[in-house]
């Protein structure tokens, strides 16, 4: 399995960072993991071949992590040399249909009927659906009423997405095993709050969950001026950590 961290940033505006967009691909299945602002313009940089996505997966309402959908759709209605025939599946949260229709309505009726065959599915959490040759979980995670966090499984491997997440002890469970965790890490312990993470308390999850490798991501400027590496291991962490930028390619 593939990533590229599209997009690493938060909602601050930074000139080296997106907001939340991630490219996962497997065999010939190519998956968008969330599409803030700067989405398009970070698919374009690291040349992928965003008019071929098969799914759309979001995490959550929060515009870092959706602003630009109405953009991606646009682009693949127009921007493309050969018109696209290609379904398109998109999958979130409860509430993500209601989404889409209230879009659609300020939009314009395109952005669910583009031109090619969109379909949006809400996840049940505790449901395990096939999208092409990968399987996708999620499970509630404390941040906005619909927030939830993501694993990926396909090619014999794991990869778990935390999206934006406060502390759990489920989501240590629901990551149990997996070989990549691409994990928001927010703000130091003293200015976290509980709807995200710090170092430390990504630390715990990860470790307790055994991740075998870390990608931290949507790190604000107020934690970036840290050795967060250095934290992490402080508070118990030993796998392998990887402080990801945007473009950057791992193999999971
Ligand atoms: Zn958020």
Redesign the pocket.
């Known amino acids: 399995m593939r990533l590229v961290t599209v997009g690493t940033g938060t909602v601050v505006p930074d000139p080296d960072r997106g907001s939340a967009c991630h490219w996962i691909e497997e065999g010939g299945t190519l998956v968008l993991l969330d599409c803030g602002a700067g989405a398009l313009p970070g698919l374009a940089r690291a040349d992928l071949p965003w008019g071929r996505i098969d799914y759309l997966v979001i995490s ?1 309402f ?1 515009v870092d ?1 959706i602003g630009e959908i109405p953009s991606l759709i646009f682009a693949l209605r127009h921007a493309l040399a050969e018109p696209r025939t290609e379904p398109l599946a998109i999958w979130g949260p409860e509430g993500t249909q209601g989404l889409f229709d209230a879009l659609a309505a300020a939009f314009g009726t395109w952005l669910l009927q583009p031109g090619f065959p969109v379909t949006v599915r809400e996840i049940s959490i505790g449901g395990v659906y096939g999208l092409g040759e990968l399987t996708l979980k999620a499970t509630k995670t404390p ?2 009423p619909e927030s939830v966090a993501l694993r990926l499984e396909g090619g014999g491997v794991s990869l778990g997405y935390t999206g ?1 997440t406060g502390p759990s002890d489920d989501l240590a469970k629901f990551f149990r095993g997996v070989d990549l965790l691409l994990a928001e890490c927010s703000l130091p312990e003293e200015l976290v709050g509980d709807n995200h993470l710090s170092p430390e308390r990504l630390a715990e999850i990860a470790t307790a969950a055994e991740a075998s490798r870390l990608a931290v991501t949507h790190v604000y400027p107020q934690l970036g001026r840290l050795d967060v590496p250095e934290l992490l291991r402080a508070a118990g962490y030993e796998g392998e950590i990887t402080m990801v930028t945007d473009g950057l390619e791992m193999i999971v």
């Open positions: 959550h929060h992590h941040h906005t934006d």
